[in-house]
């Protein structure tokens, strides 16, 4: 039973901790030990519906009783939140209505009499008290609750209250209380902080309705920090395919993050409005230079908006707003000219207070180059924006450099007087691209300067440009292989034949010829090498040796490609070079294992610490980061591979990464059963790429195909495993999997068309025109590992069991008990739950009369689903379970209820064939399990009912499941 009177928020995100902290603590007031839980956070974070959340997961028998207080000004309710917790029960099985809070009973009796009606009821039922908003509750409903923290701690009660921390200002009367409950025992605090990116994603894909793209969330994300509410309130009415936010705040969402604002003073309201100007955290004198006022007047003002929540002091005597949106929305609401002469004023007084020899904190000179634009004042904003990208450079702040620089370049067009060039600012907005890992920021920037450089007077250059724009293109989803701007950089280079640049173009174009099956891709390479030895250059070393690698790994040796991968991936750290890192570390973990295993997965993590180590921006972490998730999905570790895609996505992932970590969520939701997830995973990774199939590095096919399955469109699978199949050039990833699944779907077909009395012939043969086509499962290049050569057999065992699945061959149960074995033994987790279902139903079906071994394929095989989560795989099984009338209880030691003397008489056998009685087991399938005859199970039997005066087997598996129970 439970009363509520709250309105359940939006499906709660990023809370799996908290969530279980509260539900820990309701568990021990169930189990009769009182708890007192006080979820305290600022406005918006979720404190509500955390809460909601645990009190919706409670036993039909818990009392949820909710309540809140409100932001009466004028006037004071007693027991406000205590009335609206209480008003609809009713009594019966809670035993008395709660009638004294409605009987003008007096205040100071209440709280009594409400301890004693929770004694009552709690003797009956759990009880979850939960106090909304507490903050705003009067003191009479403070005392009542501070009488019943107080009350019998062995009593099933849990009181439940969230705070609005950011309301509690040094005099507010809740503060006291605080500190008298914090010294009661079973009191526990939890503080709830914004949600992280990853998690504010996931709450904006919820309100979308699909996978929201990785801009929008940086947009979001960056100006909510993470609150729940604001979030909301940012995205509901986007479009589902929304980029990016509107600059300015809608009116609702104003409203919002100002409600704390409105509450102040005139006076502390316009010097704020001056303070959002400032756009950082900002002191009293900055303050009362800027208005004329003493600083006195100042720090009065912002006591009272740091009291009324709006501002917070710093460690450093600054003052600052609680949220940034407060500021956002304050300077949006000044008219353009007042915000000028302001920003104007700000500036002055900054550089005012330059020292001639001083060293400038960055964040001064970032403020002035901010100030000087916002100004309007536009050679001055050019010289402070140069100026300031220098100080973030230095400082580490990449990101910062990289806006500042975007908009020096702006700025270059539209100054009266500029003394730094446009090719000046393109080549350092080039390098800060690259340092800060934006490669869609970079690539436009390149093809920028590439307008600005001549070839025939820098060749170098050139070509140098032209090889890492091949490179972005690549990252950012635009092309697969540009083998024709990689021939134009060898060609431009080879004018200098012991330059780097030589050799870093043959390298990157060694790759590319590779997904082409070019066969002077080893040539390539030791030419790049030379080249490399000649330059002595790290950077160009390491991509020469890659190619170097590749050669190897098609040439399936794999002691040479690991050798020479690692090399690759040492001169590349030493270089600092991410890029041919994370390729080098990808060779080296795929030579020496198969991507489905956990030896390439650990490999992929330790490389990622080292890129972590030296300082490899968030996309290239982000792309070890998804393909090792990857790994994870595939050999059935997904809560680890979920961690890792967590890590991927913790920031902006870039594009490249983003790819990898939607094919891999996309498969891992369709394995689920969340089929409308994963088709927004493969929806979003292919509004990334150009030409998806293109993209051979990427598992496009093979995905495609198990999220067609999921949504049982057979069709479109076989058309997508078989787009894999017939690529030109090197397969793609996960081409082993394309003729099983291409299989799956033809004989799914085969059934469906059985089932409707139609013939299946047109099935059969497109499954004849399969295998005779392709009468081997298609195997990706690189060298054979023992791994690697199980998985092949488990894979070819899989389509030689759906093709006979097709044809209804006499064989399938034993083809798919031989899948079953060949996936046991090589990690394909998946696999072996979908091949134990296909095997208990071939064996339920062909008439054999092995439902003994059915019934333990299907134990076996929801084990193992259970395990990995896979819904489809569970709902299947326990479908076909129920129709064939098969137990799916497991065979545990029975308790029996009666007399030791009787269960003294029962022999060790006798005991064993009772556990199988109380699993639900027949004859047959005890004398199977036991490997006894059937009529000695049936002398057991007669035995047991004798022995426990049971009138039938139904009888005594009652018995004992009542002894249990």
Same mark, same amino acid.
């Given at each position: ?483 024709? @701007?990689? &021939? !134009? *950089?060898?060609?431009?280079? /080879?004018? #200098?034949?012991? $330059?780097?640049?030589? =050799?870093? %173009? +043959? ?63 040492? @001169?590349? &750290? !030493? *270089?600092?070079?991410?890029? /041919?890192? #994370?390729?080098? $570390?990808?060779?080296? =973990?795929? %030579? +020496? ?67 990898? *970590?939607?094919?891999?969520? /996309? ?79 033809? *004989?799914?077909?085969?059934? /469906? ?213």
């Amino acid at each position: 039973m439970a009363v509520r009177t709250g309105v359940i928020g939006p499906v709660l995100v990023g809370r799996g901790q908290e969530l279980s902290v509260v539900r820990d603590a309701l568990d021990r007031a169930e189990a009769g030990a009182a708890v007192t839980v006080l979820v305290t956070g600022d406005a918006g974070v979720g404190k509500t519906a955390l809460v909601q959340q645990a009190c919706d997961d409670r036993t039909a028998g818990t009392l949820v009783l909710m309540g809140g207080c409100l932001p009466l000004t004028k006037m004071a309710v007693p027991f406000l939140a205590l009335r609206s917790a209480l008003r609809d029960i009713r009594g019966g099985e809670v035993g008395s209505a709660p009638r004294f809070l409605e009987a003008g009973e007096p205040a100071e009796n209440v709280p009594v009499l409400l301890d004693g009606w929770l004694d009552e009821v709690c003797a009956i039922n759990p009880v979850v008290l939960v106090i909304d908003d507490l903050q705003w509750a009067d003191q009479s409903t403070l005392d009542a609750l501070m009488y019943l923290v107080a009350g019998p701690r062995a009593r099933r009660l849990a009181l439940v209250a969230t705070i609005r921390s950011s309301d509690l200002g040094e005099d507010h009367p809740l503060r006291r209380w605080l500190a008298d409950i914090h010294r009661m025992p079973g009191t526990e605090e939890l503080l709830l902080g914004n949600l992280d990116r990853v998690a504010t994603g996931q709450q904006i894909s919820s309100i979308l309705g699909r996978p929201a793209h990785e801009s929008l969330v940086d947009d979001v994300y960056a100006r909510t920090l993470g609150n729940a509410y604001l979030t909301r309130l940012f995205v509901s009415g986007l479009a589902a395919d929304a980029h990016h936010v509107e600059s300015d705040l809608n009116p609702d969402l104003a409203g919002a993050v100002l409600r704390s604002w409105t509450r102040l003073s005139a006076p502390a309201r316009q010097l704020t409005r001056i303070m959002a100007i400032g756009g950082v955290p900002v002191t009293a004198a900055l303050l009362s230079g800027i208005t004329g006022d003493s600083e006195e007047q100042i720090r009065g003002r912002l006591r009272e908006a740091a009291e009324a929540g709006a501002v917070d002091p710093t460690a450093d005597g600054r003052y600052w707003f609680h949220h940034p949106l407060i500021a956002e929305a304050l300077h949006q609401s000044m008219p353009v000219d007042e915000r000028r002469e302001l920003h104007a004023a700000f500036a002055d007084d900054l550089e005012a207070e330059l020292g001639v020899d001083s060293d400038v904190p960055v964040e001064t000179v970032v403020a002035i180059a901010d100030h000087r634009f916002e100004a309007a004042q536009l050679d001055e904003a050019l010289t402070w924006a140069v100026r300031a990208a220098d100080s973030a450079r230095t400082a580490g702040g990449q990101r910062e450099m990289l806006r500042l620089l975007s908009r020096a370049l702006r700025l270059e067009e539209l100054a009266e007087r500029s003394w730094v060039t446009r090719r000046e600012l393109l080549e350092r907005l080039v390098s800060a691209a690259d340092i800060a890992g934006e490669n869609a920021e970079e690539l436009g920037a390149i093809n920028l300067l590439l307008d600005e450089v001549e070839p025939t007077r820098e060749p170098l250059r050139v070509a140098e440009l032209l090889v890492r724009r091949a490179h972005l293109r690549y990252s950012t989803g635009a092309t697969f292989s540009p083998v024709a @701007e990689f &021939r !134009e *950089a060898v060609a431009l280079a /080879a004018q #200098s034949p012991d $330059s780097w640049q030589y =050799a870093y %173009a +043959l390298a990157c174009l060694a790759w590319a010829e590779y997904w082409n099956d070019d066969p002077h891709v080893a040539e390539y390479a030791e030419l790049a090498v030379a080249a490399a030895s000649r330059a002595n250059d790290a950077r160009a070393m390491s991509y020469a040796l890659y190619s170097k690698a590749l050669g190897e790994y098609v040439r399936e040796n794999g002691e040479a490609c690991v050798a020479l991968a690692q090399r690759s991936a040492e @001169e590349a &750290r !030493e *270089a600092k070079d991410p890029w /041919a890192f #994370s390729r080098a $570390s990808l060779m080296e =973990a795929n %030579a +020496l294992e198969m991507w489905t295993s956990r030896r390439f997965a650990d490999l992929i993590r330790r490389r990622r610490d080292q890129a972590s180590e030296f300082g490899a921006p968030h996309s290239y972490i982000a792309f070890l980061a998804a393909s090792e998730a990857h790994a994870w999905v595939a050999i059935g570790e997904w809560e680890e591979g979920l961690r890792s895609l967590r890590i991927a996505l913790g920031a902006s992932p870039g594009e490249l990464a983003d790819i990898q *970590a939607r094919l891999t969520a /996309a498969r891992l939701a369709a394995a689920q059963g969340r089929v409308r997830e994963a088709r927004g995973h493969l929806d979003r990774a292919d509004e990334i790429v150009q030409d998806a199939s293109a993209f051979r590095a990427n598992e496009f096919d093979a995905v495609r195909a198990i999220v067609c399955m999921a949504e049982n469109r057979p069709a479109d699978a076989f058309e997508s495993a078989m787009t894999g199949l017939l690529a030109e050039g090197v397969p793609p990833t996960m081409c082993e999997w394309l003729l099983p699944l291409a299989a799956r779907s033809l *004989a799914d077909q085969a059934e /469906a068309a059985r089932d409707r009395a139609l013939d299946p012939g047109e099935f059969l043969e497109a499954a004849d025109s399969l295998v005779r086509q392709f009468p081997n499962i298609v195997k990706d290049v690189g060298p054979p590992t023992q791994v690697w050569n199980r998985q092949m057999d488990a894979l070819a065992e899989w389509y030689a069991a759906e093709i006979a699945r097709a044809r209804r061959a006499p064989n399938e149960s034993e083809l798919w008990q031989r899948t079953i074995a060949a996936c046991q033994g090589c990690q394909l987790a998946w696999e072996e739950a979908y091949a134990y279902w296909r095997y208990a139903e071939a064996l339920l079906v062909d008439g054999s009369g092995e439902r003994a071994a059915a019934a333990e394929a299907l134990r076996r095989g929801i084990q193992r689903a259970e395990q990995l989560g896979a819904v489809p795989e569970l709902d299947a099984m326990r479908a076909l379970a129920a129709t064939a009338r098969i137990t799916l209880l497991e065979v545990t030691e029975p308790v029996l209820s009666v007399s030791d003397g009787v269960t003294g008489l029962l022999t060790p056998r006798e005991r064993t064939v009772l556990q199988y009685i109380v699993a639900g087991r027949t004859y047959r399938e005890i004398a199977r399990e036991l490997f006894i005859g059937e009529k000695t199970v049936s002398t057991h039997v007669s035995s047991l009912l004798r022995k426990t005066g049971a009138r039938n087997r139904v009888e005594l598996a009652l018995l004992v499941s009542r002894s249990i129970d």
